[in-house]
């Protein structure tokens, strides 16, 4: 069962994605590893917090998963938390960054059974005018409602067919 509360898809100009990675055998029990960057939320935010002339209009919290490590052997997953900064935007020293092409990007708030990937791929796909691109880039935005609370989003790069 599942419960749309938003479908998009934008075309973005691209993006220097700003914050902190850290590496872990994907498909495994990676999570703790990836807990641990939100241990330095204050820190990570604070300072692109600080850095207005470079925010886009993706202004809330992410995490951002990639595959360029990934290979057969040692099945790395990338996890970077931080945020979708202009693209030529400076990196604060002590961050990692990403350039991420101009593009398009899968956008999906609600509930599912099951992993929210697989269930906006599929949503994607459905489109019949955009194929998912996962191998690029997936990730969670984390928008706060107008009491503070956070909430959950999904987004996943993808490719426009033809």
């Known amino acids: 069962m599942a419960v749309d ?23 495994g029990k990676s999570e703790k590893v990836f807990d641990a960057l939100w241990g330095y939320d204050d820190w990570l935010f604070g300072n692109l917090d600080n850095m207005k002339e470079h925010a886009t209009e993706e202004i809330h919290n992410a995490t951002l998963m990639t595959w360029d490590k990934y290979d057969d052997k040692n099945c790395l997953l990338g996890y970077t938390r931080g945020r979708f900064m202009k693209s030529d935007a400076p990196v604060p020293s002590d961050m990692d960054y990403i350039d991420i092409p101009e593009g398009y990007i899968a956008k999906w708030a609600g509930s599912c059974d099951g992993y929210p990937e697989m269930y906006v791929r599929d949503k994607v796909a459905q489109t019949g005018e955009y194929e998912p691109a996962t191998h690029i880039f997936m990730g969670e935005l984390f928008p706060k409602d107008e009491n503070g609370n956070m909430l959950f989003e999904f987004f996943l790069a993808c490719t426009k067919k033809g």
């Open 5 to 27: 509360k938003k479908f998009e898809i934008v075309k973005h100009e691209g993006y220097r994605f700003i914050g902190k990675t850290v590496y872990a055998r994907a498909f």
